[in-house]
């Protein structure tokens, strides 16, 4: 099957296919080819697009903002083994500032807080762990964490510096307590069967936590201004669900799942970055903790 694009069956979340479109541009649009030619670095034959149009719909029924077409498999094997640019997204991690690790660390203190047990008792999936820097992370908290991911280098990588890694989520003896996901849902065909097959490996005491880009103001930014390079949370190609705080927590909903509010974090010697991320992680974003309803999705 050659690189192309294909139709999603219905709305990703709710499945209606009743819909409006917000935007729609040839891939062979000037602007658009352009945009890909750069941001890829000419990996991607922008001939084997020239079929495909970027069409951002908003779903009429649960409002979920999603992409239709999108690259049918050979696409995505294409766009995540060649077009993507590795070396760039590793060197990214390996020169990241302390910022990240501490922000790395203080959502491990986060959930190490949501369990009366020791670290080595609580055991952690980090689903779509990408180089592994924070399934590191999460090891040196003592945690027992393992980490999933596609991409054979990352996975390479991340065995590398000591991460433990699975291949397959059907073969795992134990159900976890805790799954980490984090810009991972925004990229899959199919978000709910990947969250339900998920919790299906999940302890019914468990929690998720899923971190996805914000597409909180995408669909008016969309109708007032037209698609923009900037909109990051529906990149084409590759953000094809595009999650707002409401869709996320349908996500959850249909695997089972209800919001949970983790334990405050706040010290005094960070103490207004502290009350102001209470206040983002809570209210307003896409990074979202879940605990089970008890009761099993349809
Ligand atoms: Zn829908």
Known sequence: MPVGFQQRAGCPLCGSISNSPLC?????????ASFIE????????????????????????????????ILNEDGMQAL???????????????????????????????????FDKRPDQIRVLDF???????????????????????????????????VTVIDDLNLVEDDFDFIYANQVFEHLSNPVQTMQALCQ????????????????????????????????AIHPLEHINCFTRKTLIEL???AGLKPFSPPLRLSWDSLSGG???EI???????????????????
């Open 24 to 32: 729609e541009i040839p891939y062979h649009d000037q602007r658009l």
């Open 38 to 69: 750069q941001f890829y670095q000419g990996r991607v034959p922008l001939e084997s697009l020239a079929s495909g149009d970027y069409r951002i719909i908003a779903c009429t029924d649960c409002e979920f903002i999603y992409q239709d077409p």
């Open 80 to 114: 995540y083994r060649s077009w993507v640019n590795h070396a760039q997204s590793l060197q990214k991690k390996q020169t990241a500032k302390s910022r990240l690790y501490i922000q790395y660390a203080g959502q491990i203190h986060t959930l190490s807080r949501m």
């Open 128 to 162: 779509g762990m990408g180089w592994g820097y924070w399934s590191r992370m999460a090891q040196a908290h003592g945690l027992n964490v393992v980490g999933y991911e596609l991409s054979a280098q990352r996975v390479e990588h991340a065995r590398e510096m000591g």
């Open 201 to 232: 490996r999940l302890k019914s005491t468990g929690f998720v936590n899923i971190r996805v880009p914000d597409g909180r103001g995408v669909a008016s930014d969309l109708v007032r201004r037209g698609w923009n390079p900037d909109l990051d």
């Open 252 to 254: 959850g909903a249909r």
């Open 275 to 277: 009350i102001r991320r």
């Open 280 to 298: 983002v992680d809570r209210w307003l974003t896409t990074h979202l903790y879940f605990q089970s309803t008890g009761i099993a999705p349809d």
